[in-house]
């Protein structure tokens, strides 16, 4: 994939690649881009859109640090083809809250200590919010389970736990 | 009227973290993040055998491919003298192999393309003859006579030994074994594991010939190290050096080192005058970096019937790899594996170790870990546990009777370390108080009605943390204190920057506790900066748990030069001599009025604005701070577990941990050091290794076979507290972020053993994974010990 592949940058793509169009919905937005078909959803979140929240651990859907809502579900966009993607809708952590006010989500993070080095946060918070959409009042083991896909090195998760209930809690009194 | 430390965000607030208003929001800036004009992008061909001679390169099919701009081979690198770089311990590494590969996961070569994509596929097209050499994969065939010997790159190196080393006093500790009672013994495998941060390693080099200037951006937690270490390889001028540590995405260790793609990027952009980022993918990040441990230990404790030790003798053999690169303080080559026992009043030990070459990945063997520290007191602790069954005593009771006790502080051990200060006896009876330690032989028979087993592993170790003091720690040759500089503006906000780097410590938020609490400048007001040597003063970065005891420090001691010429200036301001002035937090008043004083942002104003006459202006400093001694922090875990006896699988019931490290300057943030690293420990005890087969191919090249725990499995921890301040540290603080790594492991073994013991089971080498467990409880025998290695578990 390259940067030279996208319309926004106006020069045409080099060798006898075939080239794709694709539309899809980020955070909102729709957002065409010419691509290779085999460029993957994490590289053009990060390269082509410059969204860097999207991060990438394993390239091979183990750490969950890509982890993006597609359609609503969390998936790994490490291992999905960017070409998957034409026609729907993605949401990633720059789509979490606004300028000006946090997803509970965002804070509970934050006021739980949730996070240290904040590399896997993005995508452990968007397992968390996939969840809370689908089940407002997890458990303890829920949240465990809903967040088994996502790898954190740094906190024991113990404090991410806490940080899903603190936000759970705050969008049932919203 | 004093202000509120605590609302102010001073010492002991729980302050909630400034870092994370980026993090949260996806705008944390990661190598990775950072995108310069014209940027190319690197790839690293590896080998995928583990020892072989290299007959022939060629990489004509991968120039050829639209979009290459420059393809490294070892050849290339060699006619610039950059084949070879030194590594942290006086060995040398290659950076591209020329003459043989030694590893599995070695760089071969190197492709710079406009894009990863195109740089992965030319990669492909490389075509490496290799004729393969015999594999050597642990100490025992690397010392066999007929070895071949893998660093035959190495004038004067015979066989595949790196060292021998020893500390102690032989024959004193020999006499005491012979007066003994009872001498127990005790042998085991620590095994190979890895950091794993979830980010890989990268590097960003930009090279501007206009300028001469070279700036690199790289997940170092270490960035002046490294900025010396490129003007002493490559040769360029260390004043056109800049290295920039963004932010990174964990540490643990693995990134002090400076490996191969560093080193290559840089030259590419030499050669290419363009800005050339290399992204490590995690396999390359698993099978080529800094792993831990990988020793094998084996030991002797004499005592004396009433549970008095009396001695202790070690030997140690460990597997380096195929680079001597452990990051490790210069005098000692086994790192600090004699502080083993520090807890304890031994009077007579003896320490022997022997390194070897294997035809594995070298490392820098940290891993949350001070040093080697980690295998030193898991060895102590399974040791104290078997000594104490040996004994028939009660592990609890048999470590209390040997504990250094304390009024006996400082306490000088047999190798001669000095720990500082403790109260072991108060954090053991708090945790056997919160795990029901009594209770324990009930509930134990309880479950054997349900047919599970039950056990309790204790585990207590006080550890050194905090590299200096200058005289005995360096790297290579280079003294290990810290700085920080302090610059206060006009309006009472400021600036601090120190030679620490943060990997998710939460210096931005704890360092500006440090200055609230020392000058009552609302943390808030004060921004904190690291990791670019253009501007923070030079430092030895973030490893061995030393930032607050070193950096720290030092952030407290810039910030007592601070407030000393601030009282200069608050004297001038009201009229009286310096010695008629008094400090409370945050400002200065008349010793005989208190309501006549002065604000220490009003005495910044000044500092710009009306200083005394024949004073310089400003508010700013820096101080370098070269602690006296180590810091030494005390934990004490127990863990209780249930084990499945018909599958080997267990259950971790409950967790208890007491830490003792000093003053908390932020305990949140303490608490998470703490489980995070508890988290670490029960990954190692139950899962997490790299073992390798006999063809050198690594096992646990990836997230599949390298297991790192979930939410799912991770158990929950209980934390309790106890604070003897550190007497030496200007805050009273001690390290804590490697503790739990350090201690915990020893809990979760020495309870699944204890749950064994009737059974006749004295170890079980770590991971317990179910397999291991069952055969052990099935065979009441031993799994694990000195090599030759079982493979295929």
Redesign the interface.
Known sequence: MSSSLFEEVQTPPSGDISVRRVTINVNGEPRTADIEPRLLLADLLRQGLALTGTHKGCDTTNCGACTVLFDGRPVKSCTMLAAQADGHNVQTVEGLGTASELDPVQEGFKQEHGLQCGFCTPGMMMSAKALLERNPNPTEDEIRWALSGNLCRCTGYQNIVKAVLWAAEKMRSN | MSLDEIKIGGMGASR??V??????????N?V??I?LPGMLHMEILRSPVAHARIKSIDTSAAWDM??VRLVLTGEMMAARNLAWMPTLSYDTAAVLATDKVRFQGQEVCAVIA?????AKDACAKIVVDYEILPVIVNPVQAAAADAVQIRDDKEGQVGNKVFDWEIGDKAKTDKAFQDADVVSKLELHYPRTHP?????CGSIADFDRATSKLTVYMTSQAPHIVRAAVALVAELPEQNIRIVSP??????GNKVPVYPGYVISILASILTERPVKWIE??TGNLISTGFGRDVYLKGEMALRKDGKILAFRMNTISDHGAFFADAQPSKFKIGLMHSTFAAYDIPNAHLFATGYYTNKAPGGVAYRCSFRVTEAMFFQERMMQAAADDLGMDQAEFRRVNFVKDDDFPHRTAFGFLTDSGQYGKCLDIALEAINYKNFEAEKAEAAKRGRLLGIGISTMTEPLGAGNSREYDILGIKMFDSAELRVHMTGKAILRTGAKS????HETTWAQIVAHELGIPAEDIVVEEGDTDTAPFGMGTYASRSTPVAGAAVAMVARKIRAKARKIAAHLLEVSEEDIEWELGRFYVRSNKDRGVTIQECAMAAYSNMPDGMEPGLENTAYYDPPNLTWPFACYICKVEIDPETGVWDVLQFVAVDDCGVRINP??V??QI??????AYAMANMQYQTYDEEGNCIGA???DFL?P???E?P??ELYEVVTPCPHHPIGAKGVGECATVAGPAAFVNAVVNALKDKGVRNIDMPLMPNRVYEALTTGKDVGGMPPVRSGD
């Open positions: 909630r973290r870092e994370d208003n980026r993090f949260i929001r996806g705008k944390g990661y990775d993040d995108v639209p979009g406009d894009d990863p994509y195109i794993s941060p979830i980010e890989c932010d990174i995405g964990g540490g643990f993918d995690k990997q998710g410590q939460g949140m943030i608490e998470g489980m995070g690293g508890l988290t670490e990836n997230y599949m790192l979930t939410a799912w991770t929950g921890w």
